[in-house]
């Protein structure tokens, strides 16, 4: 209907981490419909098809409305109201603490809440419950960024800004699909004045990869055999910044030694990229004054990925293209909210980028929170994958599922569903009542969405943005902030989160707890600076606020000092190690797995409310077969055929298409069964999942 809006508020994207801000347009306080912010300073005016149909999935007929209790196992969800939900909730994770231990007890989060919820969630959890376990699903996307920051840089610290998208002449895109992945940064690569190669590092033929002026098709996880093999070849012909290793960087003369085995032979016999095709790369790269580096999930998702990851830096470091505009060793965040919870979450640190393990730290954050600092555990808990083992070994009984879909999502599917099943207790908060993991629940909290609540998301450049509550919840569902203020309310611990009455109370002590660290925000002192400014990077100390403008653009190590303690980068290398599972006769064909199109999001629990978006893809799963094996195999385009793993067999339909190599399959992750083939393997640092890569067979 033709409704004229009274009003019009801008708000951050709730979907991907690029954080675009969105004109919401209210009638009598309630929004009637959006477009893209034209003054955000961070997505030039437009939005993508997510980000236009962002309030679509709150009207959905499967929003959860009221609390649901299955009383027994097998038995149906009913409706219940909050005061029996809150009581079960407590008496029933009480009972199995006291029966196996407070450890007995953990939860999973997600990178779809405000940082605010996600700090009260691990605050709530570990030092009001007693929890020592608990992460979140940005295991599955951002973790290797995190710890190879971590190792190399001193604190997890992408250095860039969206800016450096315009400012280079030579853009390295690493197992990213920008295009449609985040297709806001790539209206960046296409606005740069530079005339800039494009470079595209992938085993796929993606949108990416066909826009790009130079495409590297290299075999799957042969990635760090690749970079080693360019970093000798990069050194060879000199083009190496000698002056920077020496100011700003140790380790290198280890490095040089380890990357002599690499050599243009070696590396064209790994990766299928020719000696004459690498030398053209180390040419281009050796020729570009401000060459930036760009990855995302096709790294952050492999068995050596952390190394991978710090391959990337390293070559980065070497050549000097660091701290300068145009350069840096960059990871693209996935989710909205992968970075506030990678600060704020309380789980691989502790809130603020703080360790568990440092009294000094603990006793800081206790003061700031003024609480006993005895409350705050003395190490990190365990991993996803560790929780997951957890549960099968009988150690973990009950689960708290916060946002997000792991019976769909989680890598060798069914080993997750077997799990659940296993527990006592699972409790499931979330916006629907229909995803994979509800349906497994015995406790459903129904939680408000995007645009029902207050919040900050941290993108990725690290721009702390605003959400706005913009819509009523349905029925009675509530904010996750209120849910977990009726939760510490029934649990007996409300005295210890008095303060925690808003967001923005919460909001303010998380900037007193970052202060003195590298994301430093306590020169943000409210909500409206956030929204004068259209956001603001960290770090944001009280000197850093002044003169701020709308357009502001910040990068990190411009002064050449790194975050270790002697202001060095670390060069980090390990051997190459065999992938979890080669294909073999049996199983000859790799299994590639990924983003579809930029109109599906995650397991599509919001993205499939919307009939625009629905239009914008498959409805069915497919596989993309190369034409030379669909003609081995006898397959024709829409064929039914099925993909066999080791752990399952699936029917798809076949998409004959060369954007992958012969021997390579690919499946879009948006679909339930894709998981069912794939194998739970991880990398050894950063403990993310290995989705990008197992063996399977196909049968016509
Ligand atoms: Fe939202 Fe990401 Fe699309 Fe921007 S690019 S509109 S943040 S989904």
Not at 207 to 218: K, L
Not at 347 to 368: C, I, M, P, W, Y
Request: net charge negative; hydrophobic share 40%; glycine share 8%.
């Amino acid at each position: 209907a033709n409704v004229v809006p009274d009003a019009t508020t801008t708000m951050v994207c709730g979907f991907c981490a690029t954080g675009c801000g969105l004109n919401i347009h209210m009638k009598e306080n309630e929004a009637v419909g959006l477009t893209p912010a034209t003054e955000y300073p961070v997505n030039l005016g437009m939005a993508c098809p997510k980000g236009w149909e962002a309030l679509t999935p709150l009207q959905a007929k499967d929003r959860a409305t009221a609390p649901l209790l299955r009383e027994q196992r097998g038995g149906q969800l009913e409706e219940v109201d909050w005061d029996r939900a809150m009581v079960v909730f407590c008496e029933r994770i009480k009972e199995i603490q006291a029966k196996h231990g407070k450890e007995s007890v953990a939860f999973l989060s997600t990178g779809q809440i405000v940082a605010e919820e996600m700090a009260f969630l691990g605050a709530l959890s570990k030092f009001g419950m007693g929890m020592k376990h608990g992460d979140g699903n940005t295991r599955q996307c951002m973790a290797t960024a995190v710890v190879a920051y971590k190792q190399s840089f001193g604190f997890d610290s992408p250095p860039y800004t969206y800016q450096d998208f315009e400012e280079s002449d030579v853009i390295v895109l690493i197992g990213s699909n920008l295009c449609i992945a985040h297709p806001i940064m790539w209206q960046r690569v296409e606005r740069n004045p530079h005339n800039p190669e494009i470079v595209v590092i992938d085993p796929r033929k993606t949108e990416t990869a066909v826009a790009a002026t130079q495409h590297y098709p290299i075999a799957p996880k042969s990635d760090l055999v690749f970079f080693y093999g360019l970093a000798r070849l990069l050194l060879e012909k000199g083009y190496v910044d000698h002056k920077f290793i020496a100011a700003h960087c140790e380790h290198f003369d280890e490095f040089e030694k380890h990357i002599a085995q690499f050599t243009p032979d070696e590396v064209e016999k790994r990766s299928g990229i020719s000696i004459a095709q690498l030398d053209q790369l180390a040419e281009t790269i050796g020729a570009g004054k401000r060459v930036s580096f760009w990855w995302t999930m096709g790294v952050n998702q492999g068995h050596e990925a952390v190394r991978t990851a710090q391959a990337i830096i390293n070559i980065a470091l070497m050549t000097g293209n660091i701290g300068r505009p145009g350069t840096g060793a960059n990871s693209i965040t996935g989710q909205c909210n992968a970075m506030g919870s990678r600060l704020f979450s309380n789980t691989t640190n502790l809130l603020g980028g703080h360790d568990f393990s440092n009294q000094a730290d603990r006793e800081k954050v206790a003061e700031a929170l003024a609480m006993n600092p005895e409350l705050i555990p003395t190490e990190t808990g365990w991993a996803y994958d560790q929780i997951i083992e957890g549960i099968h070994a009988g150690k973990i009984k009950a689960l708290w599922v916060v946002a997000t879909n792991g019976s769909h999502s989680w890598i060798h599917q069914e080993q997750y569903r077997e799990a659940m099943e296993k527990l006592d207790f699972l409790v499931v908060q979330d916006m629907y009542a229909t995803t994979e993991t509800v349906e497994q629940a015995d406790l459903l909290l129904p939680a408000a969405g995007w645009g029902e609540k207050d919040g900050v998301f941290i993108n990725s450049e690290r721009r702390i943005g605003l959400v706005k509550k913009v819509a009523k919840a349905p029925g009675s569902a509530l904010s996750d902030f209120n849910i977990f203020r009726l939760i510490a309310q029934y649990w007996g611990c409300g005295e210890m989160f008095s303060r925690w009455s808003s967001p923005e109370h919460v909001f303010r002590i998380l900037t007193k707890i970052s202060q003195g660290q590298p994301c430093d925000i306590s020169g943000i002192d409210s909500y409206r600076t956030l929204d004068e400014l259209g956001g603001i990077q960290w770090p944001c100390r009280p000197e850093d606020v002044e003169g701020l403008t709308q357009d502001n653009q910040r990068r990190l190590f411009s002064d050449g000092r790194f975050f270790h303690a002697n202001g060095r980068a670390k060069f980090l290398f390990s051997d190459p190690v065999e992938v979890a599972e080669p294909t073999d006769d049996e199983f000859p064909f790799i299994l590639l797995t990924g983003r579809g199109s930029s109109a599906q999001w995650h397991t599509q629990t919001r993205t499939k409310k919307s009939a625009v978006l629905r239009k914008l893809y498959p409805q069915s799963i497919y596989v993309e077969v190369h034409p030379e094996d669909a003609e081995k195999l006898g397959i024709e385009p829409n064929d039914t055929i099925t993909v066999h793993s080791r752990r399952a067999e699936v029917t798809v339909t076949a998409m004959v298409t060369p954007t992958v190599q012969p021997g390579q399959l690919f499946m879009p992750m948006h679909y339930a069964k894709t998981n069912q083939l794939t194998k739970a393997s991880f990398d050894p640092f950063s403990r993310q999942p290995s989705y990008k890569f197992c063996a399977v067979r196909v049968v016509r």
